[in-house]
């Protein structure tokens, strides 16, 4: 199958016509007609991509975006509104949505809005497995004071082979942390192999990081090596751990504590020689007074912790980042070097940067196209940074507007691709040029 849709809508006729087109198209449908049973779905299967009404008998898909995503951000989820209730829309993208459809109006855009989502879906579950042969503190690029303190920490760590805790917000540098960590180890020789937990559901995760036996569930046809056994000798990286549920907080307490685990459907007792570093966004300690993660599995990963700034603590660190992803970027396309004129880095400058060093090299990547072997201009830049100089005579509809006439133009009109850019759902952009007005 091309992967597995979930829709959420209490209307049965609805719901029963929209499995049919979509199951049409090779895709494996579930159905629920309250949020109620679409969770006890989600608990005991993976799905790839929702569809959900916004009025529910128990509750509002609006928020249910929202719950969804920070239990399952691998998920992506196309919400369906009645006419005449497009804030609900705008909402929930706001809320993580991947886009919307209107009720009755865009039924030839499922199958191509599914499809989308589902490219973003498979390359994010994708790009959350990653083994690394390479890297080194030389990777960690900045001056200030904050991050070089982390770096010293890190370097002390590299020569132990302790567990170590890795704190900070989403994007900081956890993983090139913990890498750097392992290419300066012992351990060195061996694999370093990185997953983020909250990439898979709970069966699939278990699967893996232990491995299965062939026949062990559903779809699991050959035996299968899992991570733990593919970083022998090596280190494996638990990105979100906060994410594992009480099962899988269990058996890798037994990894830490003995050395052992059983792959799925296995009898056998399987030997696990590996140096596991952590890393979370979450406050640990309080999930652990709220029953949500295993006091003993708390002070087991956490002999020794290292928290990571975030960005907008290290802002005289931006301007130096952005010239290294430029420079990358410039030897790979085979460009001349450009940079930011001083409005534009101004206003890098002032942004509070929510997605810290990874949101700030994709705005750069993205300048870099748009700019197209010309300096960086504030023009340049995502709506949501430029309008934070936006004057009264120019309104903050005009300078969207400008940005995505802008990119339109960049990419000949290719609406697909200026949609990437933009990071906004293909249906987003045609209502947007709908209400500008943008042929």
């Given at each position: 199958?091309?992967?597995?849709?979930?829709?959420?809508?209490?209307?049965?006729?609805?719901?029963?016509?929209?499995?049919?087109?979509?199951?049409?198209?090779?895709?494996?449908?579930?159905?629920?007609?309250?949020?109620?049973?679409?969770?006890?779905?989600?608990?005991?299967?993976?799905?790839?991509?929702?569809?959900?009404d916004v009025r529910l008998p128990d509750g509002n898909g609006v928020d249910f975006v929202r719950f969804t995503k920070s239990a399952h951000p691998e998920i992506e989820i196309i919400l369906i509104t009645a006419f005449g209730n497009i804030p609900d829309g705008v909402q929930a993208i706001k809320n993580g949505a991947f886009d919307y459809l209107v009720k009755g109006n865009d039924n030839d855009k499922i199958i191509p809005l599914i499809n989308q989502a589902m490219e973003f879906s498979g390359s994010r579950r994708k790009d959350a497995i990653r083994i690394y042969d390479s890297g080194n503190f030389s990777s960690i690029i900045g001056e200030s004071e904050q991050i070089q303190s982390a770096i010293k920490l890190a370097q002390r760590m590299a020569a132990t082979d302790t567990t170590v805790l890795l704190l900070g917000e989403t994007g900081t540098g956890k993983e090139v942390f913990a890498n750097a960590i392992h290419q300066n180890s012992r351990r060195k020789l061996h694999s370093f192999v990185a997953i983020n937990c909250s990439a898979f559901p709970r069966e699939l995760l278990e699967s893996e990081l232990f491995g299965h036996k062939a026949g062990a569930f559903t779809g699991a046809a050959k035996e299968k090596k899992g991570l733990v056994e593919i970083a022998t000798g090596g280190t494996l990286f638990l990105d979100e751990i906060g994410e594992l549920d009480a099962g899988l907080q269990a058996k890798l307490l037994r990894v830490l504590e003995n050395g052992e685990y059983i792959k799925l459907g296995d009898t056998k007792i399987s030997k696990a020689d590996i140096r596991i570093i952590a890393a979370t966004n979450k406050e640990l300690k309080k999930m652990v007074e709220a029953g949500l993660f295993r006091e003993d599995l708390y002070y087991r990963i956490n002999v020794f912790s290292i928290t990571l700034p975030p960005l907008r603590e290290r802002k005289k660190d931006i301007a130096v980042l952005v010239n290294h992803f430029l420079r990358i970027m410039a030897a790979r396309e085979g460009k001349k070097m450009v940079h930011f004129s001083n409005e534009a880095m101004g206003l890098l400058t002032g942004y509070s940067w929510r997605g810290n060093i990874r949101e700030l090299k994709n705005v750069t990547e993205r300048a870099f196209i748009l700019a197209d072997g010309q300096d960086i201009l504030p023009e340049h830049l995502p709506f949501e940074i430029q309008k934070q100089s936006v004057s009264q005579d120019l309104s903050l509809a005009a300078v969207e507007k400008q940005h995505i006439q802008k990119v339109l133009q960049y990419t000949e009109g290719n609406k697909a691709r200026a949609a990437r850019i933009l990071q906004i759902g293909i249906a987003t952009l045609y209502r947007k040029m709908e209400e500008y007005q943008i042929s």
């Open positions: 199958m091309a992967g597995n849709i979930l829709i959420i809508d209490d209307e049965e006729q609805l719901r029963k016509l929209l499995g049919r087109i979509i199951s049409l198209e090779g895709f494996s449908v579930k159905e629920a007609a309250t949020l109620k049973s679409a969770r006890e779905i989600l608990d005991r299967q993976a799905i790839d991509i929702i569809l959900c």
